[in-house]
């Protein structure tokens, strides 16, 4: 029977090894806040993580918890004029690219950093055809090229991304491809300009699961020939799971937890972690008599409480976690979470102040 | 146990024209949106139909809500043949069966107060005072964890969870013998799908109601579904008890989604098919088993003929010349 089975992809498939290197990404006390009618809005409120190369690292989080913010501040796209960085400093490749003026980003964006969006039938233009648009966008990177060079690079691109017949897809229009291939040719225009960070931003959502399955190995594979650096924003556990090395764990504009995958799943340290990871109902597991939920709603962004922002949900919550913003605390693994619970344990050393 | 059968598909079919010109529209094709399916709800239990998008799972719930009329088959509930019904009965059916759907910002009027929208089912169909009408949203509010005194807001000052919650009591208002769930958490996030699906779970239980479930998350699936069948380009391919089949997948469409659904497990080691290729167009289907263009076990009699759904293991039914 195997040797049927050509039409899995199985066969000649292997997982591509992991070849992390230095720091490219290092993002220090970034904090966006959006300038409302309501007040101010605290969406990102003093980020610090690093990204190196080749690694993908997983941000996870409710709707509203600040997840995309993040990803359009890391672009500079945060929508104007409400939203402002108010602090914080983002080094790309060692430069803090907060201090380019907006000019240049132009060359930081597609180059350096580009992202992919949830939505592939936003992302492209419904009047041009693929190639038109791939053209455009690599005319940004390869100045000198005549068109005709620049047309086969994007067939090229296109060939890399897994769409078939790449020649004949350039001529295509958008609404003449299927969700997986518009997300593939999304996903070709954002690796075009040989970029170091890739922010994927629920990019498998709209994709059906066997698609969705397909569209994760070929950002794999992408990964392991080219060495780019992937942040994955999700809400899906299984993806995380499946794609990341490490994730952040955001909770009402914060990073709550962070570490790497396999400790986040088996032994998560921040209350609101072991609440996510147990409100996830799982597919191998026999039938469940009642799933965990945590109750209640997160807090308004425009009014977060001085304390611990979990604290009204919280099972294990004091009088401390309503006071005061609790400090990060960090292990010898890497691992860190901003939890009161964790302090005076022995193998967790404070590394922030507290009600910062 | 055998529960008792509460509704029955019998050859189940619904095919779409494919029209071409504006004013004379010639009939060019049929979209086989469902073709030929068999499946029975017992009371108080749930049917899941899973697949991937464009494979019928909405158009059969569609079908059983009567928002569309099949081409050919027939539905039954208990007794009645759904399709054929008028006058007082038809009003029945519809307190007799009702809707959750996915989307609670858009399944509720933004314009009428949370009372209205949920007493709405039962002052259209029934003959109810309007006293006994908001009696039963009070009750109903409160079975479905919101506070009595909530009636009287619109749905804009509730979050996504209590809104699917709203949505939930529109649909047990008439006391339903079936409520057609259509994706009922996936809009929502995980820690507030936690929620609805305890909450549907528990509903169930206090109401004895039927739940048809159409999902794509097969972890969902397993914890709310007693039966589960998967579709696949407007057929019934597989389908067993839940518990069954996630243990024993026999069809090679199933072997494929279930290893492409992912689990919260980073060290999971399961076997991973990917499959080539799309879903191909429902208008012009594959020929002999739909599935055969993207099966890695396609052998000749695939293309040419029509697999039998044939029964491996008690109430596990497959479609698949490998069998």
Redesign the interface.
């Known amino acids: ?1 195997t040797s ?7 066969e000649n ?1 292997y997982e591509p090894e992991k070849n992390i290197g230095e720091v490219v990404l290092d993002v220090r006390d970034l904090r966006t806040y959006l300038y409302t009618r309501w007040g101010i809005t605290k969406a990102v409120d003093g980020l610090n993580f690093q990204v190196r190369a080749g690694e993908t690292l997983g941000i996870v989080g ?2 509203g918890c600040g997840k995309s913010m993040t990803a359009l501040t890391l672009l500079r796209l945060a929508p104007k004029p409400a939203a402002r960085i108010v602090s914080g400093e983002i080094f790309l490749d060692g430069e803090n690219i907060l201090e380019r003026p907006e000019n240049e980003m132009r060359f930081v964006r597609g180059q350096k950093i580009s992202m992919i969006l949830q939505d592939p039938m936003t992302s492209l233009n419904p009047v041009f055809t693929i190639g038109n648009q791939m053209v455009e966008a690599l005319g940004m990177y390869y100045q000198e090229e005549q068109q005709r060079g620049l047309r086969d690079r994007a067939v090229d691109i296109l060939r890399r991304m897994g769409v078939a017949a790449p020649e004949r897809r350039v001529m295509d229009f958008p609404h003449q491809m ?1 969700g ?2 518009k997300q593939r040719v999304v996903g070709a225009m954002a690796i075009a300009g040989t970029p170091r960070v890739l922010i994927c931003d629920e990019p498998t959502t709209a994709l ?7 569209y994760l ?1 070929l950002l794999k594979q992408v990964q392991a020939e080219s060495g780019v650096s992937i942040i994955f924003i999700t ?8 794609m990341c090395d490490r994730a952040l764990v955001m909770y009402a504009g914060r990073v709550v937890e962070q570490g790497d ?2 400790t986040l ?1 088996k032994n998560p340290s921040h209350p609101y972690t072991k ?3 147990a ?10 008599d ?6 209640g ?1 997160p807090p308004a962004l425009f009014d977060l409480p001085v304390g611990c922002r979990f604290a009204n949900r919280c099972e294990f919550v004091t009088d401390k976690c309503i006071e005061t913003y609790p400090p990060s605390f960090a292990n010898e693994q890497g691992h860190s979470a901003d939890c009161w619970l964790l302090e005076g344990q022995s193998e967790w050393r404070q590394v922030t102040e507290a009600g910062v | 146990m055998e529960q008792d059968v509460l509704l029955q598909a019998t050859d189940l079919t619904k095919y779409f024209p494919v029209t071409k010109g504006l004013v004379l529209q010639k009939i060019i094709g049929w979209v086989q949106a469902v073709d030929h399916i068999n499946f029975t709800i017992r009371r108080g239990q749930t049917l899941a139909l899973v697949g ?2 464009g494979c019928g799972k909405t158009t059969t719930a569609k079908l059983i809500l009567r928002l569309e009329r099949p081409t050919t088959g027939q539905i039954t509930l208990e007794t009645a043949d759904v399709h054929n019904l008028e006058g007082e009965e038809l009003k029945q059916y519809h307190t007799d069966v009702s809707a959750v759907f996915q989307d609670p910002w858009s399944s509720l009027s933004p314009r009428m107060r949370v009372r209205d929208i949920i007493s709405e089912a039962l002052v259209v169909n029934q003959k109810v005072t309007t006293k006994e009408a908001y009696d039963r949203v009070d009750y109903l509010l409160e079975s479905v964890g919101l506070r009595a005194q909530q009636a009287t807001l619109y749905p804009h000052e509730f ?1 996504g ?1 209590q809104r699917q919650r709203l949505a939930v009591a529109s649909a047990l208002v008439g006391n339903p013998k079936l409520i057609c769930l259509d994706e009922p958490v996936s809009a929502l ?7 609805i ?2 909450l549907l ?1 528990d509903l169930q239980d206090q109401f004895n109601v039927g739940y048809l479930l159409v999902a ?1 998350n ?6 709310l579904a007693h039966e589960v069948a998967v579709m696949y380009l407007g057929e019934i391919v597989e389908q067993a008890e839940t ?1 069954e089949l ?1 243990d024993n997948t026999l069809h090679p469409y199933t072997k ?13 080691q399961r076997e ?5 290729g ?2 191909p167009s429902p208008i012009n289907p594959p020929s002999g088993c739909r599935f055969h263009v ?6 000749d009699i695939c293309s040419q003929e029509i697999p039998e759904r044939k029964e491996l293991a008690p109430g596990h039914f497959v479609s698949c010349h490998l069998y």
């Open positions: 029977m049927q089975a050509d039409n899995y992809q199985a498939y409710e709707s299927s997986g291939m059906d699961v066997t698609i969705q399955a397909q190995r809400h899906d556990m299984g993806v995380v799971a499946k995958i396999r799943f609440a996510l990871m409100s996830v109902p799982s597919m191998e597991e026999k039938h469940v009642k799933l965990y939920s945590i109750e709603q | 991937e998008s979050s969870g996030d995980v820690s507030i799908q936690a929620q699906m305890n779970k794509h097969l972890a969902t699936v397993r914890y518990d996630y494929a989604l279930f290893s492409a659904a992912l689990t919260a497990n980073p060290d999971s991973e098919i990917i499959l080539r799309e879903v993207r099966c890695p076990y396609a052998m």
